[in-house]
């Protein structure tokens, strides 16, 4: 139980474009999403906590024009990346909090901006 | 700030040797305390996890680990290391009043000889 399911796994898009990852708990309501960005061979950095209904609170440094997260539902979180650049290439990961304490994952998507 | 340390970036053991992956953690508040195997362009899956009680916990995979309180620790480890357990290796750290959020530490590269 408590799955959650990223896509896409992989996308290449050109400079300029917009690209948008879907984050969606399967067997559970996600009340809370969290989503995170790895550089390769680093952590995971978080980017910015998803709820359900509002405004999503994005961390320091992160731009929130760039990277629009909307949570419209109790299964559905998404990451848009907007108007992708090279430097915004890199590997993103969603979570969610579960019950019992806890997270899982979703199984990220490597995003190239070329 | 919170912080979370993970001393070693490299690890390389033979197979059936045993294995420590060290954690320590800087933070004013009781921990949650979490340990993370990532496969190379994969999620995160979850070893284990303390929350509170007994400090000795055990995960999947033939996987434990103790919560040190004194020392701020949480070191991973398991007695005998197959090769599939090549992967990174994340904690991470989360606390009561945190907005559920994670820090996680920079991981720790673990290879495998056979």
């Known amino acids: 139980g408590a799955v959650v399911s990223q896509h896409p796994s992989w996308v290449i898009c050109k400079s300029g474009t917009s690209v948008k990852i879907e984050c969606r708990s399967l067997d559970f309501q996600a009340t809370t999403m969290f989503w995170y960005r790895q550089f390769p061979k680093q952590s995971l950095m978080l980017m910015a906590t998803?709820?359900?209904?509002?405004?999503?609170?994005?961390e320091q440094g992160v731009e929130k024009d760039k990277f629009l997260i909307n949570h419209a539902s109790l299964t559905l979180s998404t990451l848009t990346v907007t108007s992708a650049h090279p430097e915004d290439s890199s590997f993103y990961i969603c979570?969610?909090?579960?019950?019992?304490?806890?997270?899982?994952f979703g199984s990220g998507t490597r995003l190239t901006v070329v | 700030a919170q912080s979370v340390t993970q001393p070693d970036i490299h690890i390389t053991v033979s197979e059936g040797a045993s294995l420590e992956l060290r954690c320590n953690y800087s933070?004013?508040?009781?921990?949650?305390l979490f340990w993370y195997v990532q496969s190379p362009g994969q999620g995160l899956q979850l070893l284990l996890k303390y929350f509170s009680g007994d400090t000795l916990v055990q995960g999947i995979k033939g996987f434990e680990a103790e919560f040190k309180r004194s020392q701020s620790s949480f070191n991973l480890r398991k007695p005998s290391v197959h090769w599939s357990d090549a992967a990174e290796y994340f904690c991470a750290v989360g606390f009561t009043g945190g907005g559920n959020k994670l820090t996680f530490g920079t991981g720790t590269q673990l290879k495998v000889e056979l």
């Open positions: 998803s709820n359900e209904g509002s405004k999503a609170t994005y």
């Open positions: 933070y004013g508040a009781t921990p949650y």
């Open positions: 979570s969610a909090t579960v019950g019992g304490g806890g997270y899982t």
